[in-house]
């Protein structure tokens, strides 16, 4: 399949520390956040030219990124991979024995499809498909 | 400063399970692998637009790679941000009072000026400088 990366998502602990790195020693310009009620995440994407960083800020004590966080301390999360077709992605790699998170897409930020595959599948990384729409 | 992502660095535990997902499942073309002596590691790049992804196998024991996976086991690693001039780039951010793993550049991979940045400043994130020459 042809991909691209679309941006890498980073699992936040204290949102301000993590903007004095990145938006403001880096230089990165960061985007208005949008909330994702169903992951109870708020993210945050800087812009790093074709791939972006989204840093992620959990919005309640449940959501997957405050349990990331507590298990593992901040840091790298996930990587996005930019798909034309994610339903096709997906029944492809099935087929190919490949362990899916999400076995069809849901909404994710900016209105896309997206869907994950289990890190046990990829070498211990979190790999999300998006498709734009 | 101007900041595009060159690669995402993944730590490798098994080179021939992770080429199943990242080559043969998602089908990413794969690169000649290059050594680089001084951190002990192999690396395999993937393309994947203008960010590749970089596939990092421990060449010895005492690799920091053999070490991080034995710790964390296989998964992200690092993030490289290409700059124009990194020299300037780490003067920048060491004048900001971000904390520096490397104060010069060395030689990286495809024979690139390197740096890295200490988590520790990143909030979690190990965050690699590169310059191209």
Redesign the interface.
């Known amino acids: 399949?042809?991909?691209?990366?679309d941006h890498?998502g980073?699992?936040?602990?204290?949102l301000e520390?993590?903007l004095r790195?990145?938006r403001?020693?880096?230089?990165?310009d960061l985007d208005a956040p949008e909330e994702i009620a169903s992951q109870r995440v708020r993210a945050h994407f800087l812009q790093?030219?074709?791939?972006m960083?989204e840093l992620l800020e959990a919005t309640a004590d449940d959501s997957p990124i405050a349990k990331y966080v507590e298990t593992?301390?901040?840091?790298?999360?996930?990587?996005a991979?930019?798909v034309d077709d994610i339903v096709a992605a997906l029944a492809a790699?099935k087929g190919?024995g490949?362990r899916l998170i999400d076995e069809s897409p849901r909404t994710g930020a900016h209105n896309s499809l997206v869907a994950f595959i289990h890190?046990s599948?990829?070498?211990?990384?979190?790999v999300e498909l998006k498709q734009k729409r």
């Open positions: 399949m042809k991909a691209t990366i890498i980073i699992a936040v602990g204290d520390a993590s790195f990145f403001d020693a880096l230089g990165l790093a030219g074709e791939t960083l593992r301390g901040p840091g790298l999360h996930h990587v991979l930019l790699l190919k490949v890190p599948s990829a070498h211990g990384v979190l």
